[in-house]
């Protein structure tokens, strides 16, 4: 005997009895029921079979779920830690902005009171060195007023003499 699926042994008893002799004013029919049961011993020898490898695609299906799943599972993970890496390098780069805007800002308001020392102290110079030019100016002038005056008093002072001097002779 040839061993066939159990579709096709359903298909065979579906039409044994299609082709069945019908039994007038009912719904019945005859069938030979030796092949009847020939065909029912089939399905009981493949249903175990059957069953084990539908059993085996179930566990199957749910194995490569399963994998699907923990595929699924590992990219969320990464992806998680990849957004989470670039958002610490986001704040990362955000703390070194701020740090160095405030670096820059420290830099500008030292420079500023570098710049506005530095003006005040050369003005305070400057004001020591206007002072001193002030006074030797002063010196300067006094210096040459006396020197007129003496080359005044000495210009008149031979004359003076001149004059005694001629008078005497």
Do not use: C
Request: aromatic residues 2%; charged residues 30%; proline residues 2%.
């Amino acid at each position: 005997m040839k061993k066939i699926g159990t579709l096709e042994i359903l298909e065979e008893i579906e039409t044994l009895i299609d082709q069945g002799k019908k039994i007038p004013f009912t719904h019945n029919v005859t069938i030979n029921m030796d092949r009847m049961l020939e065909l029912l011993d089939q399905i009981r020898e493949n249903f175990p079979q059957e069953l084990s490898q539908a059993k085996w695609v179930l566990q199957e299906k749910r194995r490569l779920l399963d994998e699907a799943q923990q595929e699924a599972d590992r990219i969320i993970q990464s992806a998680n830690a990849k957004a989470q890496a670039m958002l610490q390098e986001n704040e990362i780069m955000r703390r070194a902005e701020e740090k160095a805007r405030e670096v820059y800002q420290r830099a500008v308001e030292e420079a500023r009171t570098l710049k506005r020392d530095a003006e005040a102290y050369a003005e305070a110079i400057l004001a020591k060195l206007e002072a001193n030019i002030e006074k030797m100016l002063t010196t300067v002038k006094a210096s040459r007023s006396q020197l007129r005056s003496s080359i005044a008093q000495a210009s008149q002072v031979p004359a003076t003499q001149t004059t005694k001097t001629n008078s005497t002779s």
